[in-house]
Structures are given as C-alpha cells and as structure tokens.
C-alpha cells in the first residue's frame, strides 16, 4: 500500500499532510489560505492522489511559511510513500490548457531534486495570494519529493488560469509518473538500481 503521513511542527507552521498513491482523487484540505486549497485540490483530483492536509500557520504574518511548509510536507509524504520507487514508470509529462493558458510539465521521479520554473505573472496577487509564492510551493514539493522538475507557462494572460494550469499539469504529469509498469514491477526505473544520488 503506497500510503504515508507525515506531521511537520515548527515554530511558524503546525501541518499534517497523509497521501494514498493509489487513490481516486478524494481529498481534504485546510490550509487556511483558500486559493492554496483549491489548487491542492486540484492536484489531488487529477492525479488521482487522495490527499488530506491540515496546516495552521503564522497567516497573520503572511502566507509564505504555510505555503512553503505545507509543499515540504505533501512532498515528504509523497516520498515517503513511493519508497524504494520500484517500479514506477519514473518520468512524467502533461500540456495542461486553461482558456488562454497554456503550461507544459515535464517530471523525472528521479530522487533528484531540481526545479526550472518558466512562469510570469502579469500581477502580484492572485486572490489575496502572492503569486510569487507559487514557485515557493513547487520548490518545496518537488525537494521534498525528489522530482526533477519543469515547469513552463508557454503562454497565458489571467493569473488564476496560469497557476490552475501549472498544478493540473503537475497532477497528470505525477499520474504518468508513479504508475506501476506491469513489465517492471520488479525493478527501480534505472541502470545504477537506484534512484537518487549522482547522475
């Protein structure tokens, strides 16, 4: 069962993130920041991932530390729950369209973590939400799960759509990634029988 909590308590954030792998997209969110739970919302229903989070946070002083902190949190869920990552088909990819939008994912389950992050934002708010946070929270999850990361906005006007279109991509691109391939079930998805470590 690829299944995994996991609490994280500091000074500035108190989080609970479980996740099923093999889910059907059911989720519960409370972050208290409501344009960060519809996008973990979003991630969770089209990745097929179940997800329940629970963070409070220091939102009196702004939102950054719940927002970084709850990325670190599903991303060690995550990787804690893939495992040894034996099996899985280890590369993911997703064109994900909203209105004008368009956002191209590309993802490596790799165990090395890295991010490009090709997005702009034609304002600084989304809702009472920084957008600049956004690369904040892909950053944060995709250490903590140890995901080579890309994420590029080709083209898009409205905020709202661009960041939708960045997790809905991530969600189908992690759906392709973390599936079992029936031929190798057996085996980690690399020559070195490792993921992780140097190339």
């Known amino acids: 069962m690829r299944k995994a909590t996991v609490e994280r308590n500091t000074n500035e954030t108190k989080i609970s993130a479980s996740v099923d792998l093999d889910g059907t997209g059911s989720y519960s969110v409370a972050t208290g920041i409501g344009f960060l739970d519809h996008m973990l919302e979003q991630l969770s229903r089209h990745s097929l991932i179940d997800l329940e989070v629970k ?22 869920a995550f ?44 304002r600084d708010k989304v809702g009472d939400m920084d957008t600049e946070l956004f690369k904040e929270w892909f950053a944060a999850f995709g250490q903590a799960a140890g995901l080579t990361l890309h994420v590029e906005c080709l083209y898009g006007d409205n905020n709202h759509h661009i960041v939708e279109s960045c997790f809905k ?7 392709q990634a973390i599936e079992i391939d029936p031929r190798k079930a057996d085996a980690v998805p690399s020559t070195k029988g490792v993921l992780g470590g140097s190339l």
Do not use: C
Request: hydrophobic residues 40%.
């Open 169 to 175: 991509g991530l969600a189908r691109a992690l759906r």
């Open 79 to 122: 990787s804690k729950a893939l495992g040894d990552r034996k099996g899985i088909s280890r590369f993911g990819q997703a064109l994900s369209p909203m209105d004008e939008t368009l956002t191209r994912i590309a993802l490596d389950a790799s165990n090395r973590p890295y991010l490009v992050w090709k997005v702009a934002f034609a």
């Open 55 to 76: 963070a409070e946070g220091d939102l009196h002083i702004d939102f950054h530390h719940t927002t970084e902190d709850t990325g670190i949190a599903i991303g060690e």
